[in-house]
Nanobody
Framework: GQLVESGGGLVQPGGSLRLSCSAS????????MSWLRQAPGKERELIAH????????AYADSVKGRFTISRDNAMNAVYLQMNSLKPEDTAVYYC??????????WGLGTQVTVSA
């Protein structure tokens, strides 16, 4: 399986970005999809995940109310809408897939920089 993230870039504080993650090579709807991020010098942080049917979502407190995870199983894609971005949101953002049997796939990440 393969995951490819896109949509990162440079944005001013208070701005918005939408990240996309395109999946291939596995049964996408059978996997819980997650977004994680890693800032320089910090541990990787799980920020959001969504169940296979898209009905169950969960968020880290650091992004709750600002970020929204969604998925389109017909397109084999998961998205992260990021609003009200802050400088502390600067990180490499990764998407990941995990099956109930524990199989995992990871993307290579996309850089998000929030700066004036």
């Amino acid at each position: 399986g393969q995951l490819v993230e896109s949509g990162g870039g440079l944005v001013q504080p208070g701005g918005s970005l939408r990240l996309s993650c395109s999946a291939s090579g596995f049964t996408f709807s059978a996997y819980v999809m997650s977004w994680l991020r890693q800032a320089p010098g910090k541990e990787r942080e799980l920020i959001a995940h969504i169940g296979g049917a898209g009905l169950v979502t969960a968020y880290a407190d650091s992004v709750k109310g600002r970020f929204t995870i969604s998925r389109d199983n017909a397109m084999n894609a998961v998205y992260l809408q990021m609003n009200s971005l802050k400088p502390e949101d600067t990180a490499v953002y990764y998407c990941a897939a995990r099956s109930t049997s524990g199989r995992e796939y990871w993307g290579l990440g996309t850089q998000v920089t929030v700066s004036a």
